[in-house]
């Protein structure tokens, strides 16, 4: 469709993104959809009868723009439980819209035109753009291949003094690998030495493996002091369409969030923050959550392990990737689209996550099904 003369496109390089696109093209073939990342099991029935509760209660108006007092007070509870210390659930914790909004609204407060941000490749979708609309500069940094670690050395030589933030995941989408504590370490070095900004989307804080820790900026006061950590309980509680999280950050950072938030979205759904306020009362209902996920990831490797894939190591996430080169040679996102067309299985090509398009011959598929939906798609898989 052409583009009215009149407005020049802000993203020209951007299209729909892959999740929509094979979400949509597993719905047309019919195919088992193990790509855009979203359970296929329900939410726990005390949270809908919370949510439903207080719709009938008649909370259904306006929460206040930070979030309901009740929710934040419960958040900082559970950072105190985690992570040992209290932020100040008044001033540090806003409540948005998922996880997206909120690092939609660091980066509008933090880059302006000309500054850069550091995103490391292969990146979550939405950071790049995100930095591009500011009028920022994304400077891509390659993890690297195959562990998906980050290079410190090549980190510390992008740095130069248009730098404004460095923008980090662990546990990582898309590829599943996780922080190790050294990791942490050179963080808090690199952003004492440079000044720089941390921007940490730990949306998969809870879903780490074998026995690891999840490596929380919000673990070390020194990164804190320069950090915003941004969660989503549509990952945690398994409700993704809900579109709830929330952005922890020091009082100066967070005023500055809290005035793009404010004119982004306001405030977010008040009867989810209420019922959201009461389960997390509950340290059961998270503390479960690597032994769920990590069973599902066993069983899935299981019931692969005579196929012609590959797995690589994943250390947290719910998404394992998997390396074709031992069937196919074709391009990752062609390979992807044959897989759903042909084969009846939806993942997503790791190459579109990358500025360059590195094509590692990997899919990333998401685990978070029922088990009759893992046994399904790998019956179909092994036979490939
Ligand atoms: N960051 C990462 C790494 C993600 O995988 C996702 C997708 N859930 C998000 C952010 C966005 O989370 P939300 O759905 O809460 O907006
Ligand atoms: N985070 C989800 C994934 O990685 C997708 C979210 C979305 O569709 N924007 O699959």
């Known amino acids: 469709m052409p583009v009215p003369h009149l407005l020049q ?21 019919g195919a088992i959809n193990l790509s855009q990342g979203f359970p296929d099991f329900p939410i726990d029935d005390d949270l809908i009868e919370r949510v439903a509760y207080y719709m009938r209660l008649g909370r259904n108006q306006y929460a206040p723009m930070t979030g309901t007092p009740q929710l934040r007070t419960s958040i900082a509870a559970k950072i105190e439980r985690i992570y040992g210390y209290t932020p100040d659930a008044e001033k540090e914790i806003t409540v948005t819209s998922g996880a997206t909004e909120a690092l939609y609204a660091v980066i509008a407060a933090v880059i302006g035109p000309g500054d850069e941000a550091l995103v490391l490749d292969p990146a979550y979708d939405s950071y790049a753009p995100a930095v591009a609309l500011q009028g920022g500069k994304p400077i891509h940094i390659p993890l690297q291949y195959p562990g998906f670690r980050p290079d410190w050395n090549v980190i510390r030589s992008s740095i130069t003094p248009r730098s404004r933030l460095i923008i980090i995941n662990t546990p990582h989408n898309p590829t599943g690998s996780a922080w190790q504590p050294d990791d942490l370490l050179q963080l808090e070095e690199l952003v004492l030495q440079h000044k ?44 993704t369409g809900w579109k709830a999280g929330y952005v922890v950050a020091p009082e100066a950072f967070s005023a500055e969030i809290r005035k793009v938030h404010q004119y982004l979205t306001f405030s977010t ?7 959201l306020a009461d389960y997390l009362q509950k340290p059961e209902n998270y503390e479960h959550l690597p032994q769920f996920y990590q069973k599902k990831h066993d069983l899935f490797l299981e019931l692969l392990k005579d196929s012609r894939f590959k797995p690589l190591p994943c250390n947290g996430t719910y998404f394992q990737l998997l390396d074709y080169s031992g069937i196919s040679n074709k391009p990752d996102v062609e390979m992807a689209r044959w897989l759903t067309v042909e084969k009846g299985v939806a993942a997503i090509p790791i190459s579109v996550f990358y500025v360059d398009k590195q094509d590692h011959c990997l899919l990333r598929f998401c685990f978070a099904k029922q088990e009759e939906t893992l046994r399904k798609a790998a019956e179909l898989l092994c036979k490939i």
């Open 9 to 29: 496109s802000k993203l020209p390089q951007v299209g729909t993104t892959i999740f929509t696109q094979m979400s949509a093209l597993a719905a047309t073939h």
């Open 196 to 239: 720089l900004l941390v921007l940490s989307d730990e949306v998969y804080q809870h879903l780490i493996y074998d026995g690891q820790q999840h490596q929380s900026v919000l673990s070390r006061p020194e990164i804190r002091k320069h950090a915003a950590a941004v969660f989503s309980f549509g990952k945690t509680f398994h409700a």
């Open 269 to 275: 759904h008040t009867p989810t923050q209420l019922a």
